[in-house]
């Protein structure tokens, strides 16, 4: 194996998580539609809240590797759903898919050999697709670990989950 593909592993299992974290799907596997608009203890948003951020987030960077006519987002109200925006399961649903969707066109990115991972990003004055990737691995990490500690303080584990 070349130092290109050893990166490009490293930065897949970085993404899914599978030596150091939980993944997407067992984070939200089993969640209880009945409690996605609860807030949890101390917190003004709810789990639905915390799931569209992460998606929203990660849509953001994999628009600002790919879409030359990229337009910066405003923080916060860009990246989370309003506080008082309450979802259906179809939205949780939503969210989940739209998560997935994007997650797959990432790693589809890191797996394509000709994807110069080192080549500056035209409109991103010299942000690399590498660090992009690494930062949308942290992220998602970050808040995957914020979403397990939400789900065992709210007691939303279902039986099948191990831990």
Do not use: C
Not at 56 to 66: G, R, S
């Amino acid at each position: 194996m070349n130092q290109d593909e050893i990166l490009r592993e490293n930065l897949l299992t970085l993404l899914t998580g599978e030596h150091a974290r939980m993944s997407f799907e067992d984070a939200v596997r089993e969640f209880p539609m009945g409690r996605i608009n609860e807030n949890f203890p101390k917190s003004d948003y709810t789990p639905w809240h915390l799931l569209e951020h992460i998606r929203l987030a990660q849509e953001d960077i994999l628009d600002f590797i790919k879409n030359p006519n990229y337009q910066e987002r405003e923080w916060p109200k860009d990246y989370w759903p309003e506080k008082a925006k309450k979802a259906s399961p179809a939205d949780w649903e939503k969210s989940i898919n739209s998560f997935k969707r994007d997650f797959e066109q990432l790693e589809s990115l890191v797996k394509n050999p000709k994807t110069d991972l080192y080549q500056g990003i035209p409109w991103g004055d010299g942000i690399t697709i590498l660090r992009e990737i690494v930062t949308v691995a942290n992220h998602n990490a970050f808040h995957l670990g914020e979403f397990a500690i939400m789900r065992q303080v709210m007691g939303t584990w279902g039986k099948s989950h191990k831990g």
